[in-house]
């Protein structure tokens, strides 16, 4: 009887170990397909980050400006499957890794979804500073800095942040109480890691490189404010960024059957929502109250914004403190742009507003609203030390990108192999270097021949849209760049409104070619042969001017007469 009951123990013991392991294996590969899956989501945020930049590139641009984001993902998996990986995650020290990963050796099967994972955090930084330099960086120039930031930058960040061995994230034993506590710097998902190196790459970037051609008034400094061509390009990137931030931040768990990981996950998301949410209307409430109208690209970058900000500690915010960390988000991200645009570093992507600002809000905002440890819950020691920890973490990242960019873009620029020509910058990257047009010929302004301009000037089809607006306090209204267009269009809505008329014989075309210029209402040149500039004459610009002097006095009479009307009353 003894005998069968050691039998039937036994037999038990092994099925219930078998059942663990099972269990256990279950779990593994439930965490290896959570990975997966949400790398695949992650990876819609590249179609998010292409449409937005595509967008806000003109059409002569808008092809280059899209296979860049396609090639994104083709430089950053060969960088940091070869490099990056074994920097960012092999062992090491507490400031680097090197002792396995490269080139994917010695990484078990198991451990490829957390490549794969983390090669979607890579390919982000890239895409951020691709924004930033858009239409004037040569294209051997972006191969050159999108292969060095995925390999080399952004993954000794990464150790930093997130390798267990990190010095970041280790941190220092402190007596919290009586206790010993180990205080480090906390960044869930890439408030710092990812965002902050990406958005201090593309401010050195965009210093170097320089602003684009007629982005800044050569003798005035005022803002020209070159558009974009595509608005709803932007706001349908928005929405593909959105699920893309999700998965970003709820898939930095990393495991979904532990004890409380879904809680965290369902925590993240929450919160990524809320923050990005509240972010899109504060950024669209100060750009009503300063720029007076309500912006699309504003609530768009404002959105992003806010999910880039709440990346830092979305697993330990309550749902208020993401709302908080939106609010700051899209108010910070409008200041940041106007200061951008005051030192005249041309971004035309904000990316710098949108993840430099971003990220740093989102790695101070830790140490105030963590619960419930943070600032504004505990205000002791340990939240005080979480501050002091988040600063230093801040700027280590910004002072290792920054010197590391300043050198790659440096040398690129003292080689001559960073900025384009002036020629080919004017003509737009689609024809003369890809050979392709991104949209047909009639939709871009420098191939429209002078005959149709003429004929459409006649018909009085060209609007005040279409020809272009005269800047005026630093704003522009319109997408076109032209200064002789805009000014000419300026001219006559002023003649306009005074009930005069303006036609093709009182404009003066001047016709650049290779025989030098000369002045004529129907060139026979063919438009790659040309350059064509359309102007007031001189004649219409003393006939506008006598029009204005004499509405002007007509006006001072007719208030002195009103004055002295009330006064006699």
């Known amino acids: 009887m003894r005998d069968w009951e ?65 090639l994104d993902t083709s430089v950053s998996v060969i960088a940091y499957w070869t490099i990056g990986f074994a920097l960012a995650f092999g062992k090491g ?216 900000a709440v990346c830092g500690g979305c697993d330990v915010y309550r749902p208020w403190g993401a709302c908080v960390v939106g609010l700051v988000a899209g108010a910070c991200y409008n200041f940041t742009s106007w200061w951008v645009t005051k030192l005249k570093i041309d971004d035309p992507v904000d990316a710098v507003g949108v993840h430099f600002s971003g990220g740093i809000v989102g790695c101070l905002a830790v140490a105030f609203l963590s619960y419930p440890n943070g600032i504004l819950m505990a205000w002791d020691k340990r939240s005080g030390l979480m501050l002091a920890w988040q600063i230093v973490g801040v700027l280590a990242i910004i002072l290792w990108v920054g010197v590391l960019s300043a050198v790659m873009f440096g040398a690129m620029k003292g080689l001559g192999i960073f900025r384009l020509s002036e020629e080919i910058e004017r003509k737009g990257l689609d024809l003369p270097i890809h050979g392709e047009h991104a949209y047909p010929p009639e939709a871009y302004d420098d191939l429209v021949t002078l005959d149709r301009m003429l004929k459409a000037l006649e018909a009085g089809q060209l609007t005040t849209t279409q020809l272009g607006n005269m800047v005026k306090d630093g704003k522009d209204f319109n997408m076109y760049d032209i200064p002789e267009i805009k000014l000419t269009n300026f001219m006559a809505g002023r003649k306009r409104s005074r009930g005069l008329s303006i036609t093709p014989s009182e404009m003066e075309i001047v016709v650049k070619n290779k025989d030098g210029l000369s002045r004529t209402r129907r060139p026979s040149y063919a438009p790659s042969e040309m350059e064509i500039v359309v102007r007031p004459s001189l004649e219409m610009h003393g006939r506008v001017n006598e029009a204005f002097d004499e509405e002007s006095e007509r006006r001072l009479e007719g208030d002195v007469n009103n004055y002295s009307r009330r006064k006699g009353q």
């Open 93 to 308: 020290n507490s400031f680097i890794g090197w002792h396995a990963y490269w080139a994917s050796s010695d990484i078990e099967g198991d451990y490829l979804a957390f490549f794969f994972f983390e090669f979607v955090f890579a390919a982000t930084d890239a895409t951020i500073v691709s924004g930033a330099v858009s239409e004037r960086c040569d294209f051997l120039a972006y191969f050159i800095y999108s292969f060095f930031i995925t390999a080399f930058i952004y993954p000794i960040v990464t150790h930093w942040a997130w390798a267990s061995e990190g010095w970041l994230k280790v941190g220092v034993m402190y007596d919290i109480n009586g206790i010993q506590e180990a205080i480090g710097f906390h960044d869930f998902s890439g408030s710092g890691a990812v965002h902050l190196v990406g958005g201090t790459a593309a401010l050195v970037g965009a210093f170097i490189l320089g602003p684009r051609i007629d982005r800044f008034h050569p003798e005035t400094g005022a803002d020209m404010n070159l558009k974009g061509h595509s608005v709803p390009f932007a706001a349908l990137g928005a929405l593909l960024l959105i699920p893309g931030f999700l998965a970003f931040n709820g898939g930095s768990q990393l495991t979904m059957t532990n004890p409380g990981d879904n809680v965290i996950i369902a925590l993240a998301i929450t919160n990524t929502i809320i923050a990005g949410s509240m972010s899109a209307f504060s950024a669209l409430l100060v750009r009503r109250l300063v720029g007076r109208n309500w912006s699309v690209l504003y609530t768009v970058n404002g959105m992003v914004s806010g999910m880039v």
């Open 6 to 70: 050691e039998v039937l123990n036994a037999s038990l013991y092994r099925n219930v170990t078998d059942i663990h392991t099972r269990i256990d294996e279950i779990e593994h590969e439930l965490n290896q397909s959570f990975l997966i899956i949400m790398g695949v989501l992650m990876m819609f945020m590249q179609a998010g980050f292409a449409l937005i930049e595509t967008s806000c590139a003109r059409c002569k641009n808008a092809g280059n400006a899209m296979l860049k984001n396609v």
